[in-house]
């Protein structure tokens, strides 16, 4: 079984080359977000589930975001005892936006109409105007850097990333 969406194999293919695991599945059980499990830090994906293709980005920065020691051990709906979800949540949404630049995606690939509890669209605009929320938290995980930061380092700053897994 293989993909066959040239947008779903682009998305796929990066994740791969960065050096998470994604495998075509069929997936029977109902999932967070359709199409997609988290299993053992792998995304085992359903392409005839799939309705977004750009929520493998945003699954995909849950993992990157984790611990690597933590990134394996990840399934179901992620979650992080020793983390703060929130912030989670906010630096999976500035991982998977940094993600679709450098891929050179459109924003709605990732905060479409289906997604964010409605707030799409409002997160979308934020980070359009250049306001990053989650920067500071890839910031702090060495995945990127900010400002001053970025300046003094002489490395372009987020949503360049410097690398894109979590050591």
């Known amino acids: 079984m293989a993909f066959t969406d040239p947008l779903t194999i682009r998305i ?9 695991e994604i495998l075509p599945a069929s997936l029977a059980e109902q999932t967070f977000l359709p199409g997609i499990m988290v299993a053992n830090g792998r995304l085992l994906v359903d392409e ?10 945003h699954e995909a920065g849950h993992l990157a975001v984790a611990p690597r ?6 399934s179901g709906e992620v979650n992080l005892e020793q983390e703060n979800m929130e912030a989670i949540e906010v630096q999976a ?18 905060f479409h109409e289906g997604g964010y509890r409605g707030q799409s669209h409002q997160l979308r605009r934020t980070f359009e105007l250049g306001c990053y929320p989650g920067a500071n938290g890839l910031e702090k995980a060495g995945m990127t850097a900010t400002g001053a930061a970025a300046s003094a380092m002489g490395v372009s700053p987020y949503p360049h990333m410097l690398k894109w897994l979590r050591a």
């Open 12 to 20: 796929t293919d990066f994740l791969q080359q960065i050096g998470l």
């Open 48 to 57: 005839s589930k799939l309705q977004f293709p750009g929520d493998l980005l």
């Open 69 to 74: 020691e933590l990134r394996g051990n990840l």
């Open 93 to 110: 949404m500035a991982w998977s936006y940094a993600a679709l630049l450098y891929l050179k995606l459109e924003p709605e690939i990732v």
